[in-house]
């Protein structure tokens, strides 16, 4: 395989030959990395982000639309609220919120590691999916409570519940070691997904597709998926091919073309007038350090620096318009 390129930070649809499922592999290596280091989080805070990019990242390629998919976690604990974008481009953001000192107390007396996630880091709460395809369009949302250990399993009732999605899926945040560079170690991320075909389209080896063979052949599919190892899906010198054609190897399964996610914030000065023009006059200068009204993106950590007079003069227009 040497010499090969392995694709990275893609999107890696598939189907099983006997059409009883298809599914999504994602593998997420610069745009997650991007991500977690944009803000200074612990380690614990930072894979629940990741988490949430890959399940956005898999919701991202199983519901059609053209705009923006946005999941967001609101939680009673340590971690308030995670959220991550994602546009129909493959272009990606997110950031969380959390309270230094609840996680502090937390951290002491319980081990880490994801499988106890959602109780202990969020809490209480729900996880909405937002799909918004534009000004004219009404935007679509559904919501589940946090109910489940681990983020994957959340996601796992919102498909049943909302988008009514016989599916499985399998989700990995880590961090891992890079061996040929300096960069030290690297966020990385993983998830694959598989949800049940239509009955209509399925095909039996022996020609006559029976509902129990279906069931069967889903039930396979669910099996082998959750055989994948962590290791596995965070590999990335593991072409996702070959991946996919050893786990589905007994069915077969076809890999169609990937699409591609890039860390890619969406704000700009521009936007970032327009906010302040919705807040009284009085509060802008409250956000002022020194002369200037300092604007700071949550997502991508971008500092937006105003000074008076260009406070004044869009003040001054929004007045007029
Ligand atoms: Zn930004």
């Known amino acids: 395989m040497t010499g090969m390129t ?22 997420l290596g610069d745009a997650m990395h991007c991500v977690l280091t944009a803000h200074d989080y612990p380690a614990e805070v930072a894979r629940l982000l990741g988490e949430v990019q890959v399940i956005a990242s898999l ?3 199983t519901l059609k639309f053209d705009g923006v998919l946005s999941i967001q976690l609101k939680g009673e604990g340590p971690v308030s609220m995670v959220l991550v974008d994602v546009t129909t481009d493959g272009d990606m953001r997110g ?8 996680l502090e107390a937390i951290s002491q007396h319980e081990a880490n590691g994801p499988q106890q996630d959602v109780p202990r880091l969020l809490g209480n709460g729900y996880f909405a999916l937002t799909v918004d395809q534009g000004p004219d369009t009404q935007p679509y949302q559904g919501v589940v409570s946090l109910e489940g250990a681990t983020l994957a399993e959340c996601a796992h009732s919102y498909l049943r519940q909302s988008a009514q999605l016989e599916a499985a899926l399998k989700v990995v945040v880590s961090q891992v070691d890079d061996e040929d560079d300096e960069k030290g170690s690297t966020w990385r991320g993983g998830g694959i997904m598989v949800q049940k075909s239509a009955f209509s389209g399925f095909q039996s080896i022996d020609g006559e597709a029976s509902d129990a063979d279906f069931e069967d052949a889903w039930r396979r599919a669910v099996i082998f998926l959750g055989s994948s190892t962590n290791d596995e899906l965070l590999d990335p010198s593991l072409h996702p091919h070959d991946f996919l054609f050893r786990l589905f190897s007994e069915d077969g399964v076809r890999a169609f073309d990937p699409s591609p996610f890039a860390m890619k914030c969406r704000c700009s000065a521009d936007r970032v007038q ?17 002369e200037d009204v300092v604007v700071t993106c949550e997502f991508c950590n971008v500092d937006y620096r105003f000074d008076a007079d260009h406070i004044n003069t869009i003040f001054k227009e929004s007045a007029s318009g």
């Open 6 to 27: 392995v694709p990275d930070n893609i999107l890696q649809p598939f189907q099983l030959e006997n059409h009883a499922a298809q599914g999504r592999l994602v593998r």
């Open 274 to 290: 327009n906010v302040l023009v919705s807040f009284p006059r009085e509060e802008i200068e409250s956000m002022k350090i020194g």
């Open 59 to 61: 919701m991202s390629g």
């Open 95 to 102: 950031y969380a919120r959390f309270d230094s000192k609840k």
